[in-house]
C-alpha cells in the first residue's frame, strides 16, 4: 500500500447508493460491515452493459436507520425489495459479496434473481452450529478496535500501519487494494450501526433454506486467501447443497473482499454470467 500523508482521501463520503450505467439490470451487493464504495471499481467496469445499482444495507454506513437491537438477512432483504420495487425492478441480476451474497440468496428465493453471482458467500453453516458461533466469534473480537478507532483522532485512525492491517483482513495483495477502498472499508466499519445488531440476529435468524432448490443460474465464486470465512470449512455447504448445473470457481491470489484488488476479473465473471444468462450457453 502506498505511504504519505495520513489524510483521509479527498470526497470520501457516505452514499446510499452507486447507480449508472445502462442496459441489463444488476444489483450488487457489498459485505458486512462495507460499504456500496467497494463496488466502485467494479460498477465502472460493468455500466457499459448493464444498469448497475449498488445500494447501501440497513444500519450501514450511508444506508437507511433502523431501531432495536435485532436485525437479519431477511430484514435487509425486506429494504432491498423495496428499493427494487421503487426503481420498477421485478427481477435483476445479483452479485453480492459475503453478507451480500447470503442477502441475494435470500433475494433469488424470493424470486427476485434473473441470475445470482455469490463471491465469498456468508451463511453457509447451519443455525445454531459451531461454525456459526465461530465466525460471530471473530467480528465480536473486532467491536473493542472499532470503538476505539471512533475515538482516535482521524490521523491515526486512517495511518498507514491501520490501513495496511485492513487490508491484509480483506485482501491478499494489499499493494492492489486502492487506498480509497482502504479508506472506505475503515469508514464503514466505524460507522456500522447494525455491526451488534446483526450479530444478535444471526443467533435467531434462520439458516439458508435447501439450496439445492434452487431454480435460478447460480455461480459461486470462492476466493483463495479469504482470511474472514476460509473456504475449507465455510465453503462446503454451497459446493455440496447448490443443484449441478451451478458454475463453482476458485480466484487465485485474492482474499474475501476481492473486488478491492481485482475487479477486472470481478467485472469479467460477472459479466460472464449475465451473458451466459442471455444466451442460455452454460460456462466452462
Known amino acids: 500500500m502506498t505511504s504519505g500523508t ?44 448493464c444498469e448497475v445499482f449498488a445500494p447501501a444495507f440497513t444500519g450501514h454506513w450511508g444506508g437507511p436507520d433502523f431501531e432495536g437491537w435485532y436485525l437479519d438477512v431477511s430484514l435487509l432483504a425486506d429494504k432491498i425489495e423495496d428499493q427494487l420495487d421503487e426503481m420498477g425492478w421485478r427481477t435483476c441480476h445479483i452479485a453480492g459479496n459475503s453478507l451480500g451474497a447470503w442477502v441475494g440468496f435470500e433475494l433469488a428465493r424470493r424470486g427476485r434473481a434473473r441470475t445470482l453471482t ?17 465466525v460471530g466469534l471473530k467480528f465480536l473480537s473486532l467491536v473493542p478496535f472499532v470503538e476505539i478507532g471512533r475515538r482516535l483522532p482521524r490521523a491515526i ?62 455461480r ?15 465453503a462446503k455447504r454451497f459446493l455440496q447443497e447448490l443443484p ?17 484488488e481485482a475487479p477486472d476479473r470481478i467485472a469479467t465473471l460477472i459479466a460472464e454470467h449475465v451473458y451466459a444468462s442471455r444466451t442460455r450457453l452454460r460456462a466452462v
Open 157 to 218: 485512525s486512517y495511518s498507514a500501519p491501520v490501513r495496511l492491517a485492513a487490508a491484509l483482513i480483506l485482501s491478499k495483495n494489499t499493494a492492489a487494494a486502492p487506498r480509497r477502498g482502504i479508506e472506505a472499508a475503515i469508514t464503514s466499519a466505524l460507522h456500522c450501526k447494525a455491526m451488534l445488531p446483526m450479530l444478535a440476529g444471526g443467533l435467531r435468524a434462520p439458516a439458508l433454506d435447501d439450496l439445492s432448490t434452487l431454480r435460478v443460474p447460480v
Open 244 to 260: 449441478d448445473s451451478a458454475d463453482r470457481i476458485m480466484i487465485h491470489d485474492v482474499g474475501h473482499v476481492p473486488m478491492l
Open 6 to 49: 495520513t489524510k483521509p482521501t479527498v470526497g470520501l463520503a457516505p452514499i446510499s447508493a452507486l447507480h449508472t450505467g445502462s442496459g441489463d439490470p444488476l444489483l450488487l451487493l457489498h459485505g458486512f460491515m462495507m460499504s456500496p464504495h467497494c463496488w466502485e471499481q467494479v460498477a465502472q467496469r460493468m455500466a457499459g452493459h
Open 118 to 134: 455469490a463471491i465469498a458467500p456468508a451463511g453457509g453453516w447451519k443455525n445454531p452450529s459451531t461454525l456459526q458461533f465461530r
Open 220 to 234: 459461486l465464486l470462492m476466493c483463495e486467501h479469504d482470511r474472514i470465512i476460509p473456504n475449507r470449512v465455510y
